[in-house]
């Protein structure tokens, strides 16, 4: 912060707002659904923050200050942008052989974000998943800012009237409408997600299928309903028999790929690296987000902005073909 803060005034002040920089970034990542634009939003509170930091007179706390703050920020980049969404949001499901049309504009998508929001209780975690972050896209922004702020943040009924300069009827009543326009968007609430260690055994298994292009492993391990989408394609899919006529048709250049996990979205996930034409080693290909159920995996999550989203997630760049790095296990 001392880059923004003009040398050393008020160091304690600095200290204090920047304490809030993680939580912050989960709640503008929630509010506009893409983590690069939920940094920057982030900076602009910092500087905001500081700039105005002698009109903060103590009647409200810091917290609550700086979140005023990072709504505006918020509210002021939604205003001209578009919805953000997931491919299952804008079509129905493709034949799995079927070739994915013209991909889209990157600003489209709601994109992945990197760790699972360790500022966050635990129940607060599942809403960052993508099919949340998603959902709320569709309510309006200052709607959508309550919801986080309540649901999400446990921020009081009168912490949200003040740093909406509004009244705690008012908050509640929005909050009502939110919650009503998320459940019809959202779908029922799946109260059956696995222990971490089921969700990482699972995973695992999935990586080395995945690996080997073991198809009948594959099928064992998805979901009957389970779906597989492709941002920046609008394609996706759902059921076992059009996934696997994906993976083994238009797809099936994936074979003896190299996963490496990594975590987004407060779930596993990987960098895949398909084996290079001219072999000399494995290129990065997509980030895949696993979701699960039970003990199945419901959902495969394909994002192909590997420029962008593997320098986020600390993956390597391409892979040597003698690296050992991603390589499956043998059998047994």
Same mark, same amino acid.
């Not at 635990?122 to 649901?151: C, M, N, Y």
């Not at 941002?231 to 759902?238: Q, V």
């Given at each position: 912060m001392k880059?923004?803060?003009g %040398?050393?005034?008020?160091?304690?002040t600095a200290?204090r707002?920047e304490e809030h =920089?993680? !939580?912050?970034?989960g709640? $503008?990542?929630?509010?506009?659904?893409?983590y690069?634009?939920?940094e920057?939003?982030?900076?602009?509170t910092?500087v905001?923050?500081?700039r105005?930091?002698?009109?903060?007179?103590?009647? *409200?706390?810091l =917290?609550t200050?700086?979140y005023r703050i990072a709504t505006n920020? /918020?509210?002021?980049?939604l205003a001209a942008?578009?919805?953000?969404a997931?491919?299952m949001?804008?079509?129905e499901?493709?034949?799995g052989a079927?070739l994915p049309?013209a991909p889209?504009d990157?600003?489209?998508w709601?994109?992945? /974000?990197?760790?699972?929001? +360790?500022?966050?209780?635990v129940a607060?975690?599942?809403?960052?998943?993508l099919?949340?972050v998603?959902a709320?896209q569709?309510? +309006?922004?200052?709607?959508?800012?309550?919801l986080?702020?309540?649901d999400?943040l446990a921020?009081?009924?009168?912490?949200?009237?003040e740093?909406?300069?509004s009244?705690?009827?008012s908050?509640?009543?929005?909050l009502?409408r939110? =919650?009503?326009?998320l459940?019809a968007?959202?779908g029922?609430?799946?109260d059956?997600r696995?222990p971490?260690?089921?969700?990482?055994m699972?995973?695992?298994?999935y990586?080395?299928?995945?690996?080997?292009y073991?198809?009948?492993?594959?099928?064992?391990?998805?979901?009957v309903d389970?779906?597989? $989408?492709?941002p920046?394609y609008?394609?996706?899919?759902r059921?076992?028999?059009?996934?696997q006529a994906?993976l083994?048709? +238009?797809a099936?250049? $994936?074979?003896? *790929?190299?996963?490496?996990p990594?975590?987004?979205?407060?779930?596993?996930?990987?960098?895949?690296? =398909?084996?290079?034409?001219? %072999?000399?080693g494995? !290129?990065p290909?997509?980030l895949q987000?696993?979701?699960f159920?039970g003990?199945r995996i419901t959902?495969i999550?394909a994002?192909?902005d590997?420029?962008?989203?593997f320098p986020l997630?600390?993956l390597p760049?391409?892979?040597d073909?003698?690296s050992?790095v991603?390589? +499956?296990k043998d059998?047994g």
């Amino acid at each position: 912060m001392k880059d923004l803060v003009g %040398g050393d005034r008020e160091p304690e002040t600095a200290v204090r707002l920047e304490e809030h =920089r993680a !939580e912050l970034t989960g709640y $503008c990542y929630r509010m506009l659904g893409s983590y690069a634009e939920a940094e920057d939003a982030v900076q602009e509170t910092m500087v905001r923050a500081w700039r105005n930091v002698e009109r903060f007179e103590g009647r *409200s706390s810091l =917290r609550t200050w700086v979140y005023r703050i990072a709504t505006n920020v /918020c509210l002021d980049a939604l205003a001209a942008a578009r919805r953000r969404a997931l491919p299952m949001d804008l079509a129905e499901p493709s034949p799995g052989a079927a070739l994915p049309g013209a991909p889209e504009d990157a600003a489209v998508w709601v994109g992945p /974000c990197p760790g699972g929001d +360790p500022e966050a209780t635990v129940a607060a975690g599942e809403s960052v998943r993508l099919a949340f972050v998603a959902a709320l896209q569709h309510l +309006p922004p200052k709607q959508r800012a309550t919801l986080i702020l309540r649901d999400v943040l446990a921020f009081s009924a009168r912490e949200v009237a003040e740093l909406h300069s509004s009244t705690v009827a008012s908050v509640n009543s929005a909050l009502q409408r939110a =919650r009503a326009t998320l459940a019809a968007h959202r779908g029922p609430v799946d109260d059956t997600r696995p222990p971490d260690a089921v969700r990482r055994m699972l995973a695992e298994r999935y990586a080395t299928a995945f690996s080997r292009y073991d198809m009948e492993e594959l099928n064992m391990l998805l979901h009957v309903d389970a779906t597989l $989408c492709l941002p920046p394609y609008a394609k996706w899919m759902r059921g076992v028999p059009d996934i696997q006529a994906w993976l083994t048709g +238009p797809a099936v250049g $994936c074979r003896g *790929s190299r996963l490496i996990p990594t975590t987004a979205n407060g779930t596993p996930a990987f960098g895949q690296y =398909r084996p290079s034409s001219d %072999g000399t080693g494995y !290129e990065p290909w997509a980030l895949q987000i696993i979701e699960f159920s039970g003990d199945r995996i419901t959902g495969i999550n394909a994002f192909r902005d590997t420029e962008r989203l593997f320098p986020l997630f600390g993956l390597p760049a391409r892979l040597d073909p003698d690296s050992s790095v991603g390589r +499956p296990k043998d059998p047994g």
